[in-house]
């Protein structure tokens, strides 16, 4: 039923609000960060601070929260040395995030999130597609209302063997791209650069525009933009627009990471993170939230969007 009130939300053509940074929040209230998993280690060590973040944004209006398991992909797992848990982590992932929605006054969804967390480049889509397949299936088994790839910094192929992990279950999928510009061509690329003020560094593959076309051949869900400095998300969201027939989104950043920290720079405003969403929103945005370093008080102030 979660889902359905979203579609709903959807068809009236109202503002769908998704969490923010579950890692960078963690992180924020004390719970330690892992070198290898970064946030993954939270849901069994210390959940309680998990279920307290997932409270929060559910507090602040968040229609959906997303599960703790960005960083516990078997891949990530596998090179912690923790490949036999990982259907144990991830379904402690998705029984607190269930917890938190159900324990709500009202109909909240939760996104299981799958992700390339770990890879870096270093994998190519022989090694990866079957943590993809294995990731989905235990999420799907555990209870997620919707799968939210979250293909942050991934190849255009490895974004695509997500996607098509995702065609034979029978849930609701959301994609999500990171992108960067490129300061010499001006050009918005998809790839990567989490903060341009601080020079965090930036990858760049092809034009995002492309691949936004190449997908939306394969998906027909919505398509969002995630982890990307403020100031290129709404041209992401003006190209989502012009190359997807489906529902947009943006989920953007406040600072960079040096592992296995979130650096808490780049902040904003309650009111400023408003007036870039509003932003979005004239644009087609429908799905609006943040990534890391964007916390509960900034999501809270999206609830003006509606």
Same mark, same amino acid.
């Given at each position: 039923m979660s889902y359905k009130n979203l579609e709903y939300k959807f068809s009236k053509n109202e503002i769908v609000i998704l969490d923010g940074g579950n *890692? *960078? %929040?963690l992180e924020r209230i004390g719970a330690p960060m892992d070198g290898k998993l970064w946030c993954g280690r939270c849901s069994m060590e210390n959940p309680h601070l998990v279920s307290k973040v997932h409270e929060s944004y559910i507090a602040a209006g968040a229609d959906v929260i997303t599960t703790n398991t960005y960083a516990t992909p078997p891949i990530a797992m596998k090179d912690a040395g923790l490949e036999d848990q990982v259907e144990e982590w991830n379904k402690q992932g998705v029984r607190l995030a269930r917890q938190a929605a159900e324990s709500a006054s009202r109909e909240i969804a939760v996104a299981g999130s799958v992700s390339t967390y770990g890879s870096w480049r270093k994998y190519g889509v022989e090694r990866l597609r079957p943590g993809f397949d294995q990731q989905i299936r235990i999420l799907v088994e555990a209870g997620v209302d $919707? &799968?939210? $790839? %979250?293909?942050l910094a991934s190849e255009p192929e490895i974004v695509e063997s997500a996607l098509e992990s995702t065609f034979e279950i029978d849930i609701p999928v959301w994609l999500s791209v990171s992108c960067a510009k490129n300061k010499i061509s001006g050009n918005l690329m998809h790839g990567v650069e989490e903060s &341009? %003020? @601080?020079d965090s560094g930036s990858l760049h593959f092809e034009l995002f525009s492309k691949i936004i076309l190449d997908i939306s051949k394969k998906h027909s869900g919505p398509i969002l933009v995630m982890h990307s400095d403020l100031k290129v998300t709404n041209d992401a969201v003006k190209e989502l627009k012009?190359? @997807?027939d489906g529902i947009i989104g943006a989920y953007p950043n406040a600072g960079f990471?040096?592992?296995p920290s979130w650096k808490f720079v780049d902040q904003i405003t309650p009111e400023s993170y408003l007036k870039e969403a509003e932003g979005w929103v004239s644009n087609g945005a429908q799905i609006v939230g943040g990534?890391? *370093?964007v916390g509960p008080e900034l999501i809270e102030s999206l609830r003006q969007l509606n």
């Open positions: *890692g *960078g %929040e $919707l &799968i939210i $790839l %979250e293909t &341009i %003020e @601080h012009s190359n @997807h990471w040096e592992k990534c890391c *370093g």
